[in-house]
C-alpha cells in the first residue's frame, strides 16, 4: 500500500493554514509546509507564517528550519519532505501538505527526478545581463526555443529559475522529469477557491494587518543582517 498524503491548495488568503489545521486535528495529521519561504527564520510577517498558537495546535514541519540567507531549492524540499512523510505515516498518521508553491508540491507528487547541472557563473551573468537589457520576455522566448517543456511551467517573471533551465538546456540537460507516471503516494488534493472580489479584499486586509504589524521593520532588520 502506498503511502498516504493529503494536499490543501489555493491562491493566497483562502484559508489554507486554518483548513490544515482542522483537517490535521480531525484525522490524527500533522502538517508539511509546501511553502517555499516559510522554511526560513525571521520571515514571520512578510511570509504570512502561521501564529505560535497554530503552530502549537498540530505538529509542524519544514518551517522555521533555515537562516534567511540559506539556500532551498525544490531538490531540497523534496528529499526532505519524503523523508517526513514516510515518518509520519510509520507512526500511523496522515501527512496533511499546506500550501504554497506550486513547483514543490508538483514535483513531490508526480515523483520528479531532478538532474544535477554544474553552475556557470559567466553564463548566468550574461544572461542577468540580457534579462536587465531585453527584458524578463525576451530571456523566457529563449528558453522556450530550448526547452519548450520546462517553459511551459515557469512564470515569465521567474528569472532565477528560467536562467537555470537555460543553463541545464545548454548543457543537455532537462532540470526535472518524471520517474514514472504513476504518483508515488495515495493522494487527496483539495483546491481551495473563493470569489475574486472577497478574496482581493481579504488580501487587501491582510497586507494592511501585515504593515501594522510590522513588515517595514521586519524587512529593514532582514536587510540589515
Known amino acids: 500500500m ?4 493529503a494536499v490543501i491548495l489555493g491562491p493566497t488568503a483562502t484559508g ?6 482542522a483537517l490535521a486535528k480531525r484525522l490524527n495529521g500533522e502538517i508539511i509546509s509546501g511553502d517555499s519561504m516559510l522554511v526560513y527564520q525571521r520571515m514571520d510577517i512578510g511570509t504570512a507564517k502561521p501564529s505560535a498558537e497554530e503552530l502549537a495546535a498540530v505538529p509542524h514541519h519544514l518551517i522555521d528550519i533555515l537562516p534567511p540567507d540559506a539556500a532551498f531549492s525544490v531538490v531540497d524540499f523534496k528529499e526532505k519532505a519524503e523523508k517526513i512523510i514516510a515518518d509520519i505515516n510509520s507512526r500511523g498518521k496522515l501527512p496533511v501538505i499546506v500550501g504554497g508553491t506550486g513547483l514543490y508540491i508538483k514535483a513531490l507528487l508526480e515523483n520528479y527526478e531532478f538532474n544535477t547541472v554544474e553552475e556557470c557563473s559567466e553564463l548566468r551573468s ?7 537589457e531585453h527584458g524578463n520576455s525576451a530571456l523566457y522566448e529563449k528558453l522556450q526555443e530550448l526547452d ?22 545548454q548543457s543537455g540537460e532537462k532540470i526535472a522529469h518524471r520517474k514514472s507516471e504513476e504518483w508515488p503516494y495515495e493522494t487527496v488534493v483539495f483546491g481551495l477557491r473563493m470569489e475574486r472580489e472577497s478574496l482581493y479584499a481579504r488580501i487587501n486586509a491582510r497586507v494592511d494587518k501585515m504593515m501594522a504589524d510590522g513588515l517595514v521593520e521586519e524587512t529593514k532588520s532582514l536587510l540589515d543582517n
Open 2 to 5: 502506498k503511502p498516504r498524503v
Open 16 to 21: 489554507k493554514s486554518h483548513c490544515g489545521i
Open 126 to 132: 550574461e544572461l542577468e545581463a540580457f534579462a536587465e
Open 148 to 169: 519548450l517543456e520546462t517553459a511551459s511551467r515557469l512564470h515569465i517573471n521567474d528569472r532565477r529559475r528560467i536562467i537555470r533551465a537555460i543553463e541545464a538546456a
